[in-house]
């Protein structure tokens, strides 16, 4: 994997009804560049089977009027409902569109059917290796209101956990940015209401969009009680500045955006796995759990896709990883994860194991976003870092397991959707006491040869 390119499987896989790039081959000339929110700027190429994504930027930028200082905060991501990859300067996305089918075989496990009927759509939007100390330096309102839409729809599409406190304050700074600052009550709550709880909250806050069904089951009083919360905050951030006048949008903006800072997973790139249940009953059946697994500069996150909270959170100083290959029919992608634990009041350590395809992608962003602050950390400190990005492109060999870091720091376990429930969790648990690793805990499927080849490189043996 190379320096923006990266992958994510969305959580609820469905049919694209929209194309970016006109099927004629050589002879199309338009290419739509899709917007997050389903705008789009609409560009006419000659030759567009040989335009490269570097070509394109140049074009959305000066359409965008993004200057070019801004431009490393977006990049252009080929999309469908199956499968999203980060592109880098040097793709031509006529060619990759024509090789999708191929890319869903080898990283979604979706059916033959889904495969033939998707089909990919450029867009526009955040980087995932651009550093967020950087966004709120940025000044120009249409770079800040770009980044602001991807956020509030990873906020409202349950991407981005949050507390109810987080959710309430970015809900009320949408409503200032959308509606109109310093309305009174009764003109908020009717413009609430026009555009339905759903544009400004989690859809699985919000709920359905009331009626009566849903106030036979209860739902209308708890409508009611979010829209006076919402609108309780909102009075309480579109208040103007201290001589009176309203706030610019990009006050409000810049709200958006540090508020959403304090999401761990905030500008991740996300993908599709599974963990293993821990066994329960009699018969200790487990099964397995739907994950989100967001990749970021800052570390890696396992999301409950269903319960739309955190199950563990690490930054890359307190991890190791590994992606292994499926060693006969039936067998799955693996990234494993490990990291210090706690047995009994016994350290040790602790491998959670991650099934997907896109296991390899996930190992080689990890590699990179590794290098990539061992650099800006040798910059920091003066030091001559000689790491470079890896050359071969996701899809190349996975890279092997490595430890990362010195002493990690523990865990916590709290209530908050963005804390840690390592309890929840099912893993394998070791101690190495120097020669001879003594397994504590199972996990279904292990295999002998894999775990001692993760465990020992604590060793470099």
């Known amino acids: 994997m190379e320096g923006g390119e990266c992958g994510s499987l969305p959580e609820q896989p469905g049919h694209s009804q929209r194309g970016s790039v006109s099927s004629s081959g050589l002879r199309a000339q338009d290419v739509l560049i899709y917007l997050v929110g389903d705008s789009a700027v609409h560009l006419c190429f000659e030759g567009v089977s040989y335009v490269t994504v570097q070509e394109l930027g140049r074009s959305v930028r000066e359409t965008l009027h993004i200057p070019d200082s801004a431009q490393d905060a977006f990049a252009f991501w080929l999309c469908s409902p199956l499968l999203e990859l980060q592109l880098k300067p040097k793709h031509q996305p006529y060619k990759l569109c024509r090789q999708w089918q ?14 033939s009927h998707d089909e990919p759509f450029l867009q526009y939007r955040r980087n995932v290796f651009f550093p967020r100390a950087k ?35 970015l809900g009320a700074l949408s409503c200032a940015l959308e509606l109109e600052p ?6 908020a709550s009717a413009a609430v209401r026009e555009k339905k ?9 919000a709920g359905g969009s009331g009626g009566l069904l849903s106030t036979l089951r209860g739902r209308g009083g708890r409508h009611s009680g979010l829209e ?19 706030q610019e949008p990009t006050h409000y903006l810049r709200k958006y955006l540090s508020t959403c800072h304090a999401l761990p997973y905030y500008g991740c790139a996300f993908f599709a796995g599974e963990i293993d249940k821990p066994a329960q009953g009699i ?9 989100s697994v967001g990749i970021s500069l800052e570390g890696v996150y396992i999301m409950d896709v269903k319960e739309k909270h955190i199950l563990l959170g690490l930054r890359f100083s307190e991890l190791s990883w590994d992606h292994s290959y499926p060693e006969g029919e039936g067998d799955s992608h693996i990234l494993w994860l490990e990291f210090d634990g706690e047995e009994a009041g016994t350290p040790v350590n602790r491998l959670l194991k991650i099934y997907s395809k896109q296991a390899e992608l996930m190992s080689g962003l990890i590699e990179f976003c590794v290098e990539l602050r061992a ?87």
């Open 135 to 169: 966004e709120l330096q940025i000044e120009e309102e249409a770079v800040l209101r770009l980044l602001y839409e991807e956020a509030k729809d990873n906020v409202l599409g349950g991407r981005y956990p949050c507390d109810p406190e987080h959710w309430l304050r």
């Open 375 to 461: 650099i800006a950390e040798g910059i920091a400190t003066g030091s001559d870092g000689d790491l470079g990005p890896p050359q071969a492109q996701a899809g190349a060999a996975g890279a092997t397991g490595r430890p990362r870091g010195g002493q990690r720091g523990k865990l916590r376990r709290q209530s908050s959707v963005v804390c840690n429930r390592v309890h929840t969790l099912s893993t394998i648990s070791y101690v190495d006491d120097g020669e001879v690793h003594f397994l504590t805990g199972t996990s279904p499927g292990i295999k002998g040869n894999l775990l001692w080849t993760v465990c020992a490189t604590q060793n470099g043996t």
């Open 182 to 187: 310093g309305l009174d009550a009764a003109k």
């Open 228 to 246: 006076l919360q919402l609108l309780e905050e909102y009075a309480a951030v579109s208040h103007g500045a201290e001589d009176g006048s309203p």
């Open 102 to 115: 191929d890319l869903l075989y080898r990283f979604t496990e979706a059916s033959e059917e889904d495969i």
């Open 283 to 291: 018969l200790h059946r487990g099964g397995r759990k739907a994950v």
């Open 197 to 205: 709880l759903s544009s400004f909250l989690p859809a699985h806050v």
